[in-house]
């Protein structure tokens, strides 16, 4: 019922047949956040541009920390998947199931009580729209951690369309509530906050119905909803890793971010409408290189390590492809791109100057993100992790302290851009060294 064994036949037309789906469901997803982002920019102001941007900066790293953890049980789901081994697939998944619910109540009561903190320690310049926004998501955060584990469920035996489809719903109700509440009851940031939270509930709503209904490669029941220790143990080493790496990443966009609201509000409204256009940018990039690691790790589960190999390099001839055209893109159309966000002067000057240097970088996301689709079906997270901390820490935050004291805000956009190159000869290294056969 949706599952695709992704261990035969060609490697090429399978691998976008694949991770088709998952971008239509990434750009669905992205333009849920585009359009809170729009709304507030032309129905509340630069004020609220800057509010959703510092707020959306936590919000991310409690998002990508959840997604690093479910990584755990998807990469297990996908490899006993591809191993054909059928009770052990159903185990992991209860597991990441409930794990993911008991993560999203944690992160959930995380966000409402120190999320006014977080913001005064970050020096978020509108301080009220900004705590408005993140205790509101935040209240709802149980939502996101459940249809993130019960997502990677269904990607790891293959399924892409059904995420797809719960974007889709999500995506469709974010845009008539946003316009409802903000565009025509004048809720403000509270208005923008609620439509988000209500449709994250739709698309955990919709995740667990196709969950559910595939009793065959899941078989989620009552009797079955329980947690198995050894197989907790398996996904917590497996995802560890992964939510730490996650943490380090969402860590050095906040100490980016820290420096740029140092700038004043303009600055920070325009960073966040960069920010924007840059995710929906990259969310091609990254979603192929998470349908590689889908991929990747039915073929390791199955033995098939020269599969899982040339899989790599044809998701990689893909991303930089995509990079270049996106690089191309971008460059020419920066201004025009900008003005969908916003019409103060000040706030698109700062975006499109922000975006023209950063939107570079996008070339070594297509390298080094698609190495860690090899580290992640392989199952060697801790190698991700190190990847991250060179990139993330080591480069990112060091040269942006520098650069900014040397050249201002260029500094930190040229050192945003020049940073993923880091984990390029990383991940060139562990290609060549050969650990990901000896999962």
Same mark, same amino acid.
């Given at each position: 019922?949706?599952?695709?064994?992704?261990?035969?036949?060609?490697?090429?037309?399978?691998?976008?047949?694949? +991770?088709?789906?998952?971008?239509?469901? *990434?750009?669905?997803? $992205?333009?849920?956040? /585009?359009?809170?982002?729009? %709304? !507030? =920019?032309?129905?509340?102001?630069?004020?609220?541009?800057?509010?959703?941007?510092?707020?959306?900066?936590?919000?991310?790293?409690?998002?990508?920390?959840?997604?690093?953890?479910?990584?755990?049980?998807?990469?297990?789901?996908?490899?006993?998947?591809?191993?054909?081994?059928?009770?052990?697939?159903?185990?992991?998944?209860?597991?990441?199931?409930?794990?993911?619910?008991?993560?999203?109540?944690?992160?959930?009561?995380?966000?409402?009580?120190?999320?006014?903190?977080?913001?005064?320690?970050?020096?978020?310049?509108?301080?009220?729209?900004?705590?408005?926004?993140?205790?509101?998501?935040?209240?709802?955060?149980?939502?996101?951690?459940?249809?993130?584990?019960?997502?990677?469920?269904?990607?790891?035996?293959?399924?892409?369309? +059904?995420?797809?489809?719960?974007?889709? *719903?999500?995506?469709? $109700?974010?845009?008539? /509530?946003?316009?409802?509440? %903000? !565009? =025509?009851?004048?809720?403000?940031?509270?208005?923008?906050?609620?439509?988000?939270?209500?449709?994250?509930?739709?698309?955990?709503?919709?995740?667990?119905?196709?969950?559910?209904?595939?009793?065959?490669?899941?078989?989620?029941?009552?009797?079955?909803?329980?947690?198995?220790?050894?197989?907790?143990?398996?996904?917590?080493?497996?995802?560890?890793?992964?939510?730490?790496?996650?943490?380090?990443?969402?860590?050095?966009?906040?100490?980016?971010?820290?420096?740029?609201?140092?700038?004043?509000?303009?600055?920070?409204?325009?960073?966040?409408?960069?920010?924007?256009?840059?995710?929906?940018?990259?969310?091609?990039?990254?979603?192929?290189?998470?349908?590689?690691?889908?991929?990747?790790?039915?073929?390791?589960?199955?033995?098939?390590?020269?599969?899982?190999?040339?899989?790599?390099?044809?998701?990689?001839?893909?991303?930089?492809?995509?990079?270049?055209?996106?690089?191309?893109?971008?460059?020419?159309?920066?201004?025009?791109?900008?003005?969908?966000?916003?019409?103060?002067?000040?706030?698109?000057?700062?975006?499109?100057?922000?975006?023209?240097?950063?939107?570079?970088?996008?070339?070594?996301?297509?390298?080094?993100?698609?190495?860690?689709?090899?580290?992640?079906?392989?199952?060697?997270?801790?190698?991700?992790?190190?990847?991250?901390?060179?990139?993330?820490?080591?480069?990112?935050?060091?040269?942006?302290?520098?650069?900014?004291?040397?050249?201002?805000?260029?500094?930190?956009?040229?050192?945003?851009?020049?940073?993923?190159?880091?984990?390029?000869?990383?991940?060139?290294?562990?290609?060549?060294?050969?650990?990901?056969?000896?999962?």
């Amino acid at each position: 019922m949706g599952q695709t064994d992704l261990t035969k036949g060609g490697i090429f037309r399978p691998l976008v047949k694949y +991770a088709a789906p998952l971008v239509l469901s *990434s750009v669905l997803q $992205a333009l849920y956040g /585009l359009v809170d982002t729009i %709304v !507030a =920019g032309q129905f509340i102001g630069a004020e609220a541009l800057s509010g959703l941007t510092n707020a959306n900066t936590i919000t991310n790293m409690a998002t990508q920390i959840l997604i690093g953890l479910c990584n755990g049980g998807g990469i297990l789901i996908g490899q006993y998947f591809g191993a054909r081994r059928r009770e052990e697939t159903h185990q992991a998944t209860a597991t990441l199931f409930i794990g993911s619910l008991a993560a999203g109540l944690i992160a959930t009561a995380l966000l409402v009580l120190l999320g006014r903190p977080m913001l005064i320690a970050l020096g978020a310049p509108a301080l009220e729209e900004a705590a408005v926004y993140l205790i509101t998501c935040g209240a709802g955060f149980l939502f996101v951690a459940a249809y993130n584990g019960a997502a990677a469920a269904l990607r790891a035996v293959g399924n892409s369309r +059904a995420p797809l489809i719960c974007v889709a *719903s999500t995506s469709a $109700a974010n845009v008539v /509530l946003d316009l409802l509440f %903000v !565009a =025509g009851m004048d809720m403000g940031v509270f208005g923008a906050a609620l439509a988000t939270v209500l449709s994250q509930a739709v698309s955990f709503a919709a995740a667990m119905v196709f969950l559910w209904r595939d009793k065959e490669s899941f078989g989620l029941r009552l009797k079955t909803l329980r947690v198995n220790g050894p197989m907790l143990k398996k996904e917590l080493k497996l995802g560890f890793p992964c939510a730490v790496q996650m943490s380090m990443a969402a860590l050095s966009w906040l100490s980016v971010t820290f420096l740029i609201n140092g700038y004043g509000v303009a600055v920070s409204a325009g960073n966040g409408v960069s920010n924007k256009i840059k995710e929906f940018c990259q969310l091609f990039i990254s979603t192929m290189s998470t349908a590689a690691a889908g991929m990747i790790a039915q073929n390791i589960g199955a033995g098939l390590y020269d599969r899982a190999r040339e899989t790599m390099y044809s998701a990689m001839r893909i991303t930089v492809a995509l990079a270049l055209a996106i690089i191309l893109f971008v460059e020419l159309t920066a201004p025009w791109l900008v003005s969908a966000f916003t019409s103060d002067p000040e706030t698109t000057a700062a975006a499109v100057r922000n975006l023209r240097i950063e939107i570079i970088g996008q070339l070594f996301y297509a390298v080094f993100l698609v190495y860690h689709s090899l580290m992640l079906g392989a199952g060697n997270t801790w190698y991700v992790f190190f990847s991250s901390l060179i990139n993330c820490i080591l480069v990112r935050v060091t040269l942006s302290l520098l650069f900014n004291h040397l050249w201002g805000l260029d500094g930190i956009y040229i050192a945003c851009m020049i940073a993923p190159f880091a984990s390029v000869p990383f991940g060139l290294w562990y290609d060549r060294s050969n650990r990901w056969r000896q999962c």
